[in-house]
């Protein structure tokens, strides 16, 4: 059963070896991985096999044999035809060869045309490929040269788009891509260098273009201020600047030099004809199309605020002179109406948070520098062109959108500063008047000269004016000198108060208050210094008196002058009032306590010249020469005085007699002078007797009774105590409200008594042999203890 499986198998095996259809190898594995002796059998199997189809091939070839025969027979036959066949077609063949060959030469020919022709067309089609490319890298090149940056950076985008991709395989296509970075790298450093050209240009011209915007504002505003003027030149009204970029020009230019070409043509100029701005559009341009705005941005913004430091850095002496502050403030007129223009006709560069940082910066340094320069102006003509200056410039960059409130506040600070300037220079002007003054009253000879003195002070007097020619009024010059200096300050202050745009209640407070200051601190210093000084005597004060009175009435008159300029009515509630009767009577009362003292002054050196004996035995009979004239002094000043009010008068009457008394008092009583005789006490009587009376003579008109004469009231008891010798009458009514002598201090009257004890004892040593002397003595110890113990009483009570 094992062997018949076996032998199958390989039949199988055989079948499929004949098929193939399987492969072999798996086939002949599986003979031989069966079973052992497997290769053998197969062998055999196989060669069974073969015998099998070698015995139906012979079959098959004897079934075939005949007609094979057949047709070796029929091939003999054919042979022979064959072989002719041949020899024919070997000679047709010959034939034909030796006619072909001219046809395969032109053929050739033919065939190496027909690829030049090939070859050309496609030439032809690659050149026109690259012509385009080439092209416009020519064009490229010509624009380099050219200068023409933005259009290169154009031409280049279109090559790198357009162009280059289509002749990517060729070398020089490569060569011209490698090339494009380092032409953009020359663009930038070309169109950099060309701004950092604009810049330096712009620095050195942005007084130029400030100078062009303040005078457009200031033609706008119809407002003068003295800038420099150029022949026949006549800016425009209109601030704007040209938007075009012209490819031909990379610098800053100036294009017009101000000549004069027609004496009566005027040329328009406005800033785009002073500056060129294609620089910077052309680098904003550049750097854009380069992807690199941001780079450009911020360069150009370093460079601007560092020229912004140096712009904002004064000269240090810029304060001399208004041409350094002028310079000063077209710099920055020119800086922000270029930042401005910038703003305004590109995006991005430059915003309004930028520029606004910018001039908050600029704002703070420019009043810093203001203010710490304009504190060394002592003239008020420059500090008033540098508030014109400042108002100008304000108002230019306000009409830019730069908010200059803050400048407006410092004009506040500088109005006080002008104030100061003015009053010191007033101050002198006062001081020159008070010096040319003779200090008499103004004569007028005739009608003319009396209204010209009208017209400068206003002086109302009907008596005046009734009087005959000529005539004289009561002030002296310096009074209508003072009248008109007091209104050209006026109107000095009032320029400063000009374009400030302040109301006119405003104005009107400031003049009022500047005036007042002017009356109270300066005329009124003036005033004190003019009274003090040594050479000013009793008439010139006297004359200051009268002068400051006038003055006094005449400020209500300023009142009004004030009132015309501002039209602001004096009756308005907050309207403030000049201080002119405080002013002047503080000098009134300074000239009054000078005369005074002046006064006092000549009486004591009248006193100083006071010469008496003594120790004379009798009088001379008469008053002492020195008080004769003194008293004649007085006579003489005291009717200079009729021109003063009566209360100073009166007052200064009153206060020399004072004096007077008390220096003949002090001359009784002084500790230098040891010893006094009867007959100098009788001396001394008769001027004190011709001091009495001048009073009662009433060199002052308006004293009531013997008031003045009072004034040698202890004088005289004490003199007529001594006189009398009535002591016990003093000793018994002492302290009584109605004693005969009740001025008379115990104290002084034993002083005196005791000088005079001692010139007794002096001038008469044989008086204790007579009785009546002896009596004397004795009286006079006895009244002398008597005072002592009063002086005693006197102290202890104290």
Not at 206 to 224: C, L, N, P, R
Not at 274 to 302: A, M, W
Request: glycine share 2%; charged share 25%.
């Amino acid at each position: 059963m094992l062997e018949e499986d076996s032998d199958q198998a390989y039949e199988n095996v055989l079948a499929e070896i004949q098929s193939f259809e399987l492969p072999i190898e798996a086939t002949l594995r599986s003979v031989y991985d069966d079973q052992p002796n497997a290769h053998r059998k197969f062998m055999e199997k196989l060669d069974a096999c073969i015998r099998n189809h070698d015995k139906e091939i012979e079959k098959m070839c004897n079934f075939h044999h005949q007609g094979f025969v057949d047709a070796i027979t029929e091939l003999l036959k054919v042979r022979t035809d064959a072989e002719k066949l041949k020899v024919q077609v070997i000679d047709t063949n010959r034939r034909f060869q030796d006619a072909g060959k001219e046809v395969i030469v032109q053929t050739e020919d033919i065939i190496r045309c027909r690829i030049q022709q090939r070859n050309i067309t496609t030439v032809v089609e690659k050149l026109q490929l690259c012509l385009p490319v080439l092209e416009m890298y020519s064009k490229l090149k010509e624009q380099m040269n050219a200068k023409r940056y933005y259009s290169a950076l154009k031409t280049m985008e279109q090559l790198e788009n357009v162009y280059f991709p289509r002749v990517s395989q060729y070398r020089f296509c490569q060569l011209m891509i490698e090339n494009l970075p380092k032409l953009r790298e020359d663009i930038k450093e070309i169109s950099m260098s060309d701004l950092k050209d604009f810049l330096e240009s712009i620095r050195k011209h942005s007084d130029k273009i400030g100078e062009t915007a303040m005078k457009q504002a200031q033609q706008q505003k119809t407002f003068s201020v003295s800038l420099p003027k150029q022949s026949n030149v006549k800016f425009g009204k209109n601030l704007y600047i040209n938007d075009r970029i012209p490819e031909e020009r990379n610098e800053i230019i100036l294009k017009h030099t101000f000549e004069e070409e027609d004496e009566n043509e005027e040329e328009v100029l406005t800033v785009q004809d002073l500056v060129d701005f294609s620089p910077v559009y052309r680098c904003l341009h550049i750097y854009s199309v380069l992807g690199d705005e941001e780079t450009f941005q911020n360069y150009y913004r370093k460079q601007r605020k560092k020229q912004a430091r140096l712009v904002l850095q004064p000269q240090s002496n810029m304060h001399e002179t208004v041409d350094g502050y002028r310079r000063y403030f077209t710099q920055i007129v020119g800086f922000f109406v270029v930042e401005d223009h910038i703003l305004h006709v590109t995006q991005g560069l430059v915003t309004r948070a930028y520029t606004d940082e910018l001039w908050n910066m600029a704002l703070s340094k420019i009043i810093a520098v203001l203010r710490a320069h304009s504190s060394y102006c002592t003239d008020p003509d420059l500090v008033l062109e540098l508030k014109n200056l400042i108002v100008i410039f304000a108002d230019t960059l306000q009409g830019y959108g730069f908010p200059v409130n803050r400048l407006f506040d410092l004009l506040f600070e500088i109005r006080d500063q002008y104030n100061e300037t003015l009053l010191k220079k007033w101050a002198a002007v006062f001081r020159d008047i008070f010096e040319e003054d003779n200090y008499s009253p103004i004569p007028v000879i005739n009608e003319e000269e009396y209204k010209t003195v009208i017209s400068k002070f206003p002086f109302q007097d009907p008596d005046l004016e009734k009087q005959s020619f000529p005539k004289k009024f009561p002030m002296s010059q310096s009074v209508p000198h003072i009248y008109i200096q007091v209104k050209e300050f006026i109107y000095a202050s009032l320029k400063f108060s000009e374009s400030l745009h302040r109301s006119s209640t405003e104005i009107d407070d400031m003049l009022r208050k500047s005036t007042n200051l002017l009356l109270t601190r300066t005329l009124n210093s003036c005033l004190l210094n003019l009274i003090r000084k040594p050479h000013i005597g009793l008439t010139e004060l006297v004359q200051i008196i009268i002068n400051t009175t006038h003055l006094e009435q005449a400020c209500k008159y300023l009142e009004d002058f004030i009132t015309n300029i501002t039209n602001i009515s004096q009756e308005t509630v907050h309207t403030t009032r000049l201080y002119g009767l405080s002013t002047f009577k503080d000098a009134r009362h300074a000239a009054e306590g000078e005369i005074y003292t002046k006064l006092n002054q000549k009486i004591d050196e009248f006193v100083q010249l006071a010469d008496y004996d003594w120790t004379m035995s009798e009088p001379d009979g008469r008053a002492s020469g020195y008080l004769m004239d003194l008293i004649n002094f007085l006579r003489s000043i005291f009717q200079v005085f009729t021109h003063l009010p009566g209360k100073v008068a009166q007052t200064a009457c009153m206060s020399a007699c004072q004096h007077l008394s008390t220096s003949l008092m002090q001359m009784l009583l002084d500790s230098e002078l040891k010893q006094i005789s009867m007959g100098a006490i009788q001396q001394f009587n008769l001027d004190v007797i011709q001091c009495e009376l001048f009073a009662s003579s009433e060199p002052v008109p308006g004293f009531q009774g013997e008031t003045l004469q009072l004034a040698f009231i202890d004088l005289r008891q004490l003199l007529d105590l001594f006189m009398v010798w009535d002591w016990s009458t003093y000793l018994a009514d002492y302290g009584q409200p109605a004693s005969k002598y009740l001025r008379v201090n115990p104290n002084t009257a034993l002083t005196l008594l005791e000088k005079m004890k001692d010139t007794s004892k002096k001038n008469n040593i044989f008086a204790q042999f007579r009785k009546n002397d002896r009596d004397k003595q004795k009286l006079m110890e006895t009244v002398m203890k008597q005072l002592r113990s009063l002086v005693n009483g006197m102290s202890q009570h104290t």
